[in-house]
């Protein structure tokens, strides 16, 4: 197996379910990715060991799944220079505003892009969408699912007669 260029992370096992569209996504655009669970609060030193080792390893682009508090992916933020994409997941309380306020909210130099509550597809899109801007074999094959979603998006109306 290749070397992963994508680090998917998630806070608790809770968020496997809605992260794992994100594993399937890289999959099938042939990304070697990784998946693991290290929560932020819980253990914070598995967390520093992780992002100390993710650019030696050759990880490229970081995603973090977390709901709640949402720290996971704000942690991972400043703890690399890498690019990091924050999942909100969906809470039982707020239903993810909460998760969505806290990663979109960073502070001025610990730039987080957010995607949609439960927007795992998206985070894994935007991941290689980073890795095709030095890869041409992926741009292509990235915007040939472009094209064909957007034929997709369009239909035929057709007029009532009478």
Do not use: W
């Amino acid at each position: 197996m290749k070397k992963p260029l994508v680090g998917i992370l998630m806070g608790s096992r809770s968020d496997l379910e809605t992260m794992r569209e994100c594993s399937r996504v890289l999959g099938k655009l042939g990304i070697p990715h990784e998946m693991r669970v290290i929560s932020a609060h819980r253990a914070p030193d598995a967390l520093f060991e992780y992002m100390r080792k993710a650019r030696p390893r050759g990880l490229q682009v970081l995603i973090g799944g977390a709901g709640g508090a949402a720290a996971l992916p704000g942690m991972m933020a400043a703890l690399t220079a890498l690019p990091v994409i924050g999942v909100p997941i969906e809470s039982r309380s707020l239903k993810g505003l909460d998760s969505l306020l806290s990663i979109a909210q960073m502070p001025s130099g610990v730039p987080v892009a957010a995607v949609a509550i439960n927007g795992a597809k998206n985070a894994a899109l935007l991941a290689a969408r980073i890795l095709a801007l030095s890869r041409p074999e992926l741009a292509a094959k990235l915007e040939r699912g472009r094209r064909k979603a957007a034929a997709e998006g369009v239909g035929i109306v057709r007029r009532a007669s009478g």
